[in-house]
């Protein structure tokens, strides 16, 4: 039994439009403003810069950033793994182990107070193959 009566139907919307209907996880459209796009982060900027170094040969394989400060300064250190498969591409993994240490990176906001390659792991054969560690230690501007 009913205890209050409505003069309206309460099935209506199974036979409403569908374009009527308010969907809450609908992706955006493919016109959305650019402002939605997410943000680069710092470490999204070292490793882009590491792979414009060697000319877009190689993956990425692992990317540690740990912060650290002292009195007069703060800054991160990022630690990244880079492999390189293939002759062309270890070609480009060698260069990027003789121009690391004086490159000078674009960062904003980061003043790159050193940058080295800790380790080196290179195995010839059918597959060549080359595994490279660098070290960037960033200071903080300002």
Request: hydrophobic fraction near 45%; charged fraction near 25%.
């Amino acid at each position: 039994m009913l205890l209050t009566r409505s003069a309206r139907d309460p099935h209506a919307h199974l036979f409403a439009a569908f374009d009527e209907i308010e969907v809450k996880s609908q992706p955006l459209p493919v016109s959305a403003p650019a402002a939605l796009r997410p943000r680069r982060s710092l470490a999204d900027r070292v490793r882009a810069g590491l792979m414009q170094l060697t000319g877009g040969h190689g993956t990425v394989l692992g990317h540690a950033e740990k912060a650290w400060a002292s009195i007069t300064f703060a800054g991160t250190r990022h630690e990244v793994v880079l492999e390189f498969c293939g002759a062309e591409a270890v070609a480009a993994g060698e260069e990027l182990i003789e121009r690391l240490p004086d490159h000078e990176f674009a960062l904003p906001g980061q003043l790159v107070a050193d940058a080295a390659i800790t380790k080196v792991d290179h195995r010839f054969g059918a597959m060549e193959r080359l595994e490279v560690t660098a070290v960037l230690l960033l200071l903080e501007e300002g």
